[in-house]
């Protein structure tokens, strides 16, 4: 069975820094887009980063640019989610999804279509405040 695991989440300091990973287990990554995404309480869930299967494509949404960065690890079946200079409303549950769909990741419209992504984790929650 595919599965996806996320870690990496705790409560950090505004101005701070996490790392957040996500693992696969029972599938290899190349092929598959993978996209990070989270959900606020009380609020849809929205799209922050994807990456291409290759590597070569990366979007972010425009309220984590230039603070986050996503990377890939097919020889360790990783994605990872640098997050720097964390704000409060960075807070909520952080999720990574995978898909074969050649399209998700190829424009950075994509990067929101949440119904592109087929396997999900069950989420690592991220909590900003001091």
């Known amino acids: 069975q595919l599965q996806l695991v996320e870690s990496g989440g705790a409560l950090v300091q505004p101005g701070g820094s996490l790392r957040l990973s996500c693992a696969t287990s029972g599938f290899t990554l190349d092929g598959y887009a993978i996209g990070w995404f989270r959900q606020a309480p009380g609020k849809d869930r929205e799209g922050v980063s994807c990456i291409s299967s290759s590597g070569g494509s990366t979007y972010y949404a425009d309220s984590v640019k230039g603070r986050f960065t996503i990377s890939r690890d097919n020889t360790k079946n990783t994605v990872s989610l640098q997050m720097n200079s964390l704000k409060p409303e960075d807070t909520g549950v952080y999720y990574c999804?995978?898909?074969?769909?050649?399209?998700?990741?190829?424009?950075?419209?994509?990067?929101?279509?949440?119904?592109?992504?087929?396997?999900w984790g069950k989420g690592t929650l991220v909590t900003v405040s001091s």
């Open positions: 999804a995978a898909t074969r769909r050649t399209y998700y990741c190829s424009a950075p419209v994509s990067l929101f279509d949440v119904y592109a992504l087929d396997y």
